[in-house]
Structure formats: C-alpha cells, structure tokens
C-alpha cells in the first residue's frame, strides 16, 4: 500500500464522516426547543411578525427541504447568511479566524516549547525534586479551570506589573508587535493545560524509552547525556506525545471559548458563543463543519507523522 | 610481556540498598591482553555483565557503585576518571557489543548513521568522510551491499546483519579493548558461528583485546583464549582455555561442564506405544490475497508437515527461528488453526473441531512455554495457577489442591510452597511449578516449546532430568521443540529437523545425529559451538550438584 494510496483514501473517508456532522448538528438544532425567528423579533413582536420572519428565513419549510437546500449550498461553497449578523457566514469566519488561529499557534507552541524539555527533564532526573515540581506542577495545570488561570494571570501581569494589555486583540495587520503582546497573556492561559498535560505524557514515554537498550548503547559509544536524551530517547518516544499534543490541538477549541470571553477577543469561540445564544443555525452550523474538518485533518496529519516518526510504521 | 589492555584488580561492586547481596562483584582480578580473547562464563547472577559495566563506566548510578579496586586500561587507571572522561574513552578504546542485536539498535535511526554516530562524537570527520568511514568499516564486517544497506532501518536487517552493524560501530575507531556481552546468545545458531568467525578476524586485524561474556561452554571452546569462571560475584577459577576446559581444578567448574549436553545421544530402544498425536499434511498460512489487496504477502509458516508421537515417545522439533517448529506446536495445541490437513489426537482428527466440541479434548494436550517468568500470573499463587485447569474441568476445589500438593511433591518441590507467588521462586523453580499445571490436567501429549532455553545450564539439567522422569512415570508423549541441538540429542526419542516450515529429515535422534542426510542438517551441525568436544568430566561431577 502506497503512501499516497493511503492518503487518498482517508480523504475520501473525510466525506461520510463531515456528512454525519452535518446531519447531526442540523438535527440537534432544529430538534432543541428554540425558536430563531422569535428572537430575532424581539420581546414585543406579534405572532404575525414571528411568522412571517420566519417564513424570510425558510425556516417553516419541511426539515428534510431545509437540510437539503443547505447542505445543497454548502457543496457550491454558500453558507449561507447568518441571522443574527446579517452577513454572509463565510465572511463573518473569515473575519474570526486570525484571532482565533493566532491564538490557537501561539498556545499550542508555547504548551510544546515548554512541556517537552520539562518532560524530558522529568524523566531524566527521575525522582528528583525537579521530577516532583513538574508532576506537582501538572497536577495543578489539570484540575485549575481556564478562567481561574486568566483572570490571575491578567491582575499579575496586566494590572499588577503593568507589563502587558488586560485585554483585546490586535489584528496582524496592525502591527507584529502589538498583536504579539496581546496574544501572550491569552495563549499562555490557555497553554497551561496542555502543558501540564503534554510534560506528563513526555515524561512517562521518554521514562519508558530509557531503559531500553539502544540507550546503553548509545552512553557505550560516549555519547553525551544531553545528546542521549534528545536524539535517541525522545524521537522513539515521540508517538504517543504528538497523538497527546494531536488531541490538544483538537480539545483546544472548548479552551478557546472560555478564553476568548476572558479575554474578549474576536475570534470563532466568541462568534460560537454568540451565534448559540442568538439561535443562528447558518453560522452554528458552518463553525461546527470547520470545526470537525479541522479535528479530522488534525488526527490525518498526526497519522501521517507517524510514518516520518517511526520508519517501522507504514500504511 | 607486553602491557595489558585491560587489568582489573580486586574489583568490589558495591549494591545500594538493601539487596539479597552487598556486593555484585568482589574480589574481581583478570586481565585482558592485546590480541587475546578471554571468556567470562558462569550463570546469571554471577556478576560478568556486571563486570563489564564496572569496566565501561555503565554501571546503572542509583543502583551500583564501584566500592573498591581499580581497572587499568593500557595502564590508565579508570576509577579515578570524571564521566566526560570516561565518555571521551567510550567508543575510542573501549567498546561494547551487547545481547540484543533487535533491541540495542535505535530503531528509529539509520544504521549506518548509528555506526557514524561514534565518529560524530568523537571525531571531526565531516559528513562525507564519516560516511565513507562507515562503508569501508560495513564492508569490514562483511555485510552485503552496504551502499544500500547504510540507509536502512534496523527492522529491515536480519539479527546476524544486526549484530555486525554492532560489531562494525564498536570497532569504527579500533578500540584497544572490546566487550562483548552474549554477543551471540540471542542469534540462531548458524547465525552465532558466523558472528564467531567475525568477532575473531576483527580483533585478529588490529590486535584488540577482547572479554566475551556468554554461558555457553561450546562458544567458550569456540574462541576463548583464556577462560575466567564466575559464580555469585566471584571468580571462582581462570586459566588458558584447554586446561580449564580439559583440567578444571574447581567443583564448580566441573558441575558446571558436565552439565553441558552431550552431542552424542545415548543409546535409546524404539517405543512402540499406541499413538497419541499425528499431523497429516499440516499447513498453517498467514496472510490472504484477496481482490482488493492482490500484492498481499502470503507467509508459509508450516507446509505438508507430517509427524507421529507415540505415548512415551519424545518426538523432537529442530530447527533455528522462522522455521515453524513452534507454529506446528501451537497448531497441534489448538493456539492457532490450521490452515490445511489433519491433527489426530488418539485417532480423533481436531483440526477443523469447533471450539465448543474441542474444550473437552483440551484436557488432553498441555504446553510448557519458553519463559518461566513471564508464563506464570504474577498476582496467584502457584497453587491457584495449577488448579485452576482441573477446576475448569469440574475436579473439586479440595481433590485439586490435593493434586497440586502431590504434582509439587512429583516436580521435586515442598508441597507446602502452593501458596507462595511466582517471584519468590527460581527460574528453574518456576519451570518445575510450570510442569506441575501441566500435569494436573492429565495430560496424554505434553508440548514443551523451548522449555530449557530461558534456563542455566545446570538448572537446564535438572529441568531436562525432571521432563524426563514424568514421561517415563505417568507414561507421556512429548513434543519437544528446541533450536539446541545437544539438548534435543539427549531427550529425544526421534527427531525432525525443520527449514522454512517444511520437514526436511526425520528420524531417530541416533541416526540423525550419526549420518545426518539434509544439508540443512549438516550445517545445523556444523555450526553447533564445540561440536567436536565433549564436555565430560570424569570425577564424580554428579556430587558438585546442587539440589
């Protein structure tokens, strides 16, 4: 079986499973008691006006007519226009997607940059106090909840110190400096998790690895301790942590919810949160499909690096 | 005399914490010469890896600490050394090679980045220079086209290939001293005779020292120029190789041969017992070519195998890995099904049974695996692990427990041992607890698969000894399937010598060890460490035994 040949045919495997998500939001949305057209018409607004609002948005139509008419758009690439926002989904994506990307890079390579040396550390000096501040550590990353982390963060280094924005988000376009700065106390919130987390797994695999023989022979050819442990121990320990740091990335998107409200950035987790609460089925509906795209080609590409990984592992 | 590479003198290896032992090692003295090989022999536990570590500066810190003594090598006193140091010196003059060539290479990394990898560190050669470096020194250790073969990944090697890209990444700056710990013991055996051959042309070429640790005499006889004994930590005697071998001074060097299976089978009468077990045409294939996978790759791990057991016959299975030998064992135990052909258990044929109708015939046929540590469930006493298959087969709990008692009795152990754990027993313990279960379910047909290779050579003796004596008492037969030879050359009744799942000779275990037919069979022999020699010492070694 050819590489590519396997890549191809997880591709085609991506269409049923974005097919079932799409049915399964459409049904869980229409089926919750709820009605989009009454909030959009306000308190005050007469049976007749709800009707007919409701009618505008096609939403008096059979359910299988509804799901066809959208999922019909969907594959010409229309998602349709959001209720609430009264734009076209696609561009109101389009204009949440850098924040919450930034976001999601900056946290994800803070969580790795960190976690991976501190695992390794761990599992080096194994027992040590260095070994019980990194576990204790993670014990703590896990069980304090996002916001908790946000808010200490911001009255440390924002009100305290003064050193950082309390809150907000500055476009790339802006200005690199200034988008950076506002990034950092958010991504390293959210990172606190996936720190924990990530060093965790990285300790218990580089811990495991250690003990094998390729690593005495490694220490018999005068290797160094440093080179030992980055080169031999951590790349065989390598496939479970990129499946952990694989999952994180696909976790992030509840982290980024929470963390986009603490800090008030305009990003998708924000846009989700509104558009649930306004009942906006196009724009709920469209996150929810990039969200699951995103988690299927997230688990393809952890996959793939297995191969690079481990020359052992072939499709 | 020339200066020694190695000299160790009044080593103490001290154990922290709280041990069976304080000392792995003590009171170590040998040396080591330039152009010598000097064999460590003796049983686990008894220190000679230790050793080696000790001389290497591996020894694991949070267990072990050099206590006393000094290790001189070309004169250089090595306990005094810092660990840069030392690391400066491992992989330059002193080298290693270890048991497992299928785990001491990186499986992940290249092989031939892995042999570059002791010029990266010590060397400033660059990458293309290194490179031709480890071709030339591939080509040393005689590996095949080692323009392609320098890019592989140590999974895409056989096991001898392996153990050369070891020997050829020790050996890449000519170290003065080599260690080799068991180099050979993992390898099948034609395999080890070449890995032999190798490991003497490559110190022959630049006059290495060498301390070859193994516990297997033949390979001893094969290369050893010296010979040191060792047992619990101590050296218990050393000498020229001959003298030792021929003239050992010490009991335990005596035990020690004479526990070493004798090449030549004893004279054994034909038994003409009812048949027990009998394969027809045998043919167990992995992997199916189906329309979707036509490229499918289809192993033949056992083809047309034919063979009869009589009750109180040992038939012998012979053959290196990958020959199938234990496939057939499984097949005939039902582990795994057969693909084609018939397995008839007194005349019943189970190969195609159903499950269901099958269980009742379990009882029948019983396996002794290779592992003793691993075949028992750490977490029940070995009283529970041998009456739990009687009890599945409706004995009462209180008639089972009686069994055990009695079969621990039979097996040479306190009955009153059944309600210990496995880890508070011996390897060779285990194996008789391991024979026990067995023989609570009445079995007709005992399957042992390698049941002495995990074990010491004189615990292996006991252990065949024991096998033995239940065949005979409770009037068994047995299939026994083994790579060594000179262990089959004493149980066995007859013998069959597989290649590539096939049965190539087939015959009693004299006939075939007096005028062996099949080349293969030939070159089994010819490999066979110390083929030639006897291990036999004539005064009494029976009372060195200990029981």
Request: overall charge neutral; some cysteine.
């Amino acid at each position: 079986m050819s590489m590519y040949g396997y890549l191809f045919r997880r591709l085609l495997g991506t269409i049923p499973v974005m097919l079932v998500v799409a049915v399964f939001i459409f049904l869980m949305l229409r089926l919750t008691p709820s009605d989009p057209a009454a909030i959009i018409a306000g308190d005050n607004a007469t049976t007749e006006q709800v009707a007919q609002i409701r009618s505008q948005l096609g939403l008096n139509r059979p359910m299988i007519e509804q799901f066809f008419i959208w999922s019909g758009n969907v594959l010409t690439g229309d998602f349709g226009e959001s209720f609430f926002f009264k734009k076209t989904v696609a561009s109101l994506i389009g204009e949440r997607i850098e924040p919450t990307l930034s976001l999601a890079l900056f946290t994800i390579l803070i969580a790795v940059l960190v976690a991976v040396p501190l695992g390794v550390l761990a599992a080096h000096r194994h027992g040590s106090w260095i070994d019980r501040i990194v576990m204790g550590f993670s014990v703590l990353g896990f069980s304090v909840p996002v916001f908790v982390v946000g808010y200490l963060l911001i009255y440390l280094f924002a009100v305290w110190l003064n050193w950082l924005p309390v809150q907000g988000y500055q476009r790339i376009s802006e200005g690199v400096g200034g988008w950076v700065q506002r990034l950092i106390l958010p991504s390293l919130t959210l990172s606190v998790i996936y720190i924990a987390l990530i060093a965790r797994m990285t300790r218990t695999s580089v811990l495991e690895v250690l003990s094998e023989d390729y690593i005495r022979t490694a220490r018999a050819k005068g290797q160094n301790e440093r080179t030992v442990l980055f080169r031999h121990a951590l790349r065989n320990a390598a496939v479970p942590i990129v499946t952990v740091i694989g999952l994180g990335i696909a976790l992030l998107i509840g982290g980024v919810v929470v963390t986009e409200s603490v800090f008030t950035i305009p990003g998708l987790g924000r846009l989700t949160v509104d558009a649930v609460l306004a009942r906006d089925y196009p724009t709920i509906q469209a996150v929810i499909l990039l969200f699951s795209f995103v988690y299927v080609m997230i688990n393809l590409a952890v996959d793939m690096l297995y191969t690079l990984l481990d020359p052992r592992i072939r499709y | 005399m020339a200066e020694p590479v190695l000299e160790i003198a009044n080593l103490a290896v001290a154990i922290k914490g709280s041990g069976d032992r304080p000392h792995a090692v003590r009171g170590i003295n040998l040396t080591v010469g330039a152009n010598e090989i000097v064999c460590v022999v003796g049983e686990s536990g008894s220190g000679k890896s230790v050793t080696a570590q000790a001389v290497m500066g591996l020894l694991p810190k949070n267990a072990m600490e050099v206590e006393t003594g000094s290790m001189r090598l070309q004169g250089e006193e090595l306990t005094a050394k810092s660990d840069a140091d030392l690391r400066a010196l491992r992989g330059t003059r002193m080298a290693m090679v270890f048991q497992e060539p299928m785990t001491a290479l990186n499986p992940v990394e290249r092989v031939g980045d892995q042999i570059g990898e002791v010029l990266e560190v010590h060397t400033d050669l660059d990458p293309a220079a290194r490179r031709e470096r480890v071709l030339e020194m591939m080509r040393a250790v005689h590996l095949p086209d080692p323009e392609q073969m320098i890019d592989a990944y140590p999974h895409q090697l056989s096991g001898g290939q392996r153990q050369r890209i070891m020997i050829a990444a020790a050996l890449v700056l000519d170290p003065a001293l080599l260690i080799a710990d068991e180099p050979t013991t993992a390898l099948d055996v034609t395999t080890q005779a070449q890995i032999l051959k190798l490991v003497k042309e490559m110190q022959g070429r630049k006059k290495t020292g060498v301390l070859f640790i193994t516990h297997d005499f033949g390979v001893v006889s094969e290369i050893a120029d010296r010979v040191v004994v060792m047992q619990m930590g101590r050296i218990v005697e050393q000498g020229p190789c001959e003298e030792v071998l021929r003239n050992p001074r010490e009991d335990y060097t005596r035990m020690l041969l004479a526990a070493v299976p004798s090449m030549t089978p004893p004279r054994r009468s034909p038994v003409s017992g009812p048949i027990v077990l009998q394969t027809d045409k045998l043919f167990k294939t992995y992997g199916k070519r189906s329309l979707f996978q036509p490229k499918a790759r289809i192993v033949h791990a056992v083809s047309d195998v034919s063979l009869t057991v009589r009750r109180g016959e040992t038939l012998g299975i012979v053959g290196e890995s990958g020959s199938g030998k234990s496939t057939v064992a499984r097949c005939v135990a039902r582990l795994v099904e057969a693909t084609s052909g018939a397995i008839r258990i007194d005349d019943v044929d189970i190969a195609s049974m159903k499950e269901a109708k099958f269980r009742p015939m379990r009882r029948r046929v019983q396996f002794i695996f290779q592992d003793p540590y691993r075949s028992l469930n750490p977490r029940r006493t070995v009283g529970e692990a041998i009456i739990e298959g009687p009890m599945n087969f409706g004995l009462p709990r209180k008639e089972a427990l009686q069994r055990a008692r009695d079969l621990m009795a039979v097996v040479h152990l306190s009955p009153d041992a059944i309600d210990r754990y496995p880890h508070q027993f011996s390897g060779g313990q285990r194996q008789r607890i391991c024979i026990a279960r067995a023989l609570a379910m009445e079995p007709e047909l005992l399957i042992g698969d390698e049941p002495v290779s995990a074990l010491d050579v004189s615990v292996q003796d006991q252990v065949l000894k024991l096998l033995d004596e239940v065949r005979r008492k409770f009037d068994l037969a047995v299939l026994f399937i083994t790579h060594d030879l000179r262990v089959a050359a004493q149980v066995c009744d007859r013998i069959a010598v597989m290649q590539r799942g096939v049965i190539v000779e087939q015959g009693t275990t004299s006939e075939v060890f007096a005028a062996p037919r099949h080349e293969y069979t030939r070159a089994l022999f010819d490999a066979a460490p110390g083929r030639n020699r006897e291990f036999f010492v004539d005064k009494a070694p029976e009372a060195a035994l200990p029981h």
